[in-house]
């Protein structure tokens, strides 16, 4: 029977992390962290996360894995998270799932492609320089010609997608979709129970607008100014996310600070539209609506529930 393991998702700024630290103390639980920014080491203030502190108190774990250069993959998270629940459990504790990158999920639980597909720097960047003399569009017409299929599933300014399947192409010769065909599809490692957080919209753009300000008056800036100091290229791709990539762009003097601000807010919001389609698709969840349920009561339930699963080993 493939092992259950439970996972606490919403999008970003729902209130997560609140919630998921009294849960982790009531299950006698170690949280693992679903966060692709997370991973990478001196991304603190605007990866958001916790405190040092309160991860002596909690274990914490996936966070600070690699440095900001190394390419991450949800292939790499699958097998790092398999390798952490195993030790927690020999521990006899209980894994949490916690955050709300919703790939790293699909790639845990579902049937997800992992082949190892080539990978090369050089050639990314050359074809980042081109979208920037041709535009995005050039780059993705020239896509869609040699691969309509894989090109039609993403968003013609989607960049970083399309220079992957262009940069596939050209190191294999063939079109992403074979290579995915070929590649075949391999069961995930586990099923996840999950417990989904949501907020109505307008509760969550101000959320993500308060914690962005506060990010940026807490020493976002200084955070990337000291990335760059350290000699990170702006391309790789712990610098490619949002907030991050807008700070690039102020440091080299291409915008002001209020518009790095305004940037990131944006960008945040969007992101979150887009967990909130992907964690629409997931089951089996039950949600919370924050605004009409008490976060206190809420966790009430989600313990209850949790501790009668465990007992009955459905978890």
Known sequence: MTPFLLALI??????????????????????????SRQVYRYLDVGADKISPEVRRRI????IDVVDPDEPFSAADFVARTTDAVERIRRRGRT????????????????????????RDWNLRA????????????????????????YAGRIHPHDLRRVVRGLEILELSGKPPTQIYR??????GAFALSYLGLTRPRE??????????TAQFAAGFPEE?????RRGYDPRCPALQGFGYRELV????????????????IAATKAFSRRQMTWFRKFTPVLWYDLSVEEEEEALRHMVDLCRQRMEDGTT
């Open 249 to 264: 762009r102020y440091h080299r003097g291409e915008c002001t600070l209020e518009d790095a601000l305004a940037g990131d």
């Open 182 to 187: 070929e590649g075949g599809r391999k069961e």
């Open 95 to 118: 894994p949490l799932l916690v955050g709300g990158t919703p790939f790293y999920y699909a790639a845990l639980a579902e049937r997800t492609l992992t082949p190892d597909l080539p």
């Open 59 to 62: 274990p914490h774990h996936l």
């Open 203 to 212: 509760e969550l753009y101000q959320g993500i607008t308060r914690r962005a």
């Open 126 to 149: 050359h074809l980042e320089e081109e979208a920037q003399k041709e535009g995005r569009e050039a780059l993705y017409r020239r896509l869609a010609e040699r691969d309509p299929d």
């Open 10 to 35: 919403g999008p970003t700024a729902v209130g997560k992390t609140a919630i998921s630290l009294p849960l982790a103390e009531a299950l006698g639980a170690e949280i693992i962290s679903v966060d």
């Open 224 to 228: 990337v100014e000291m990335l760059l």
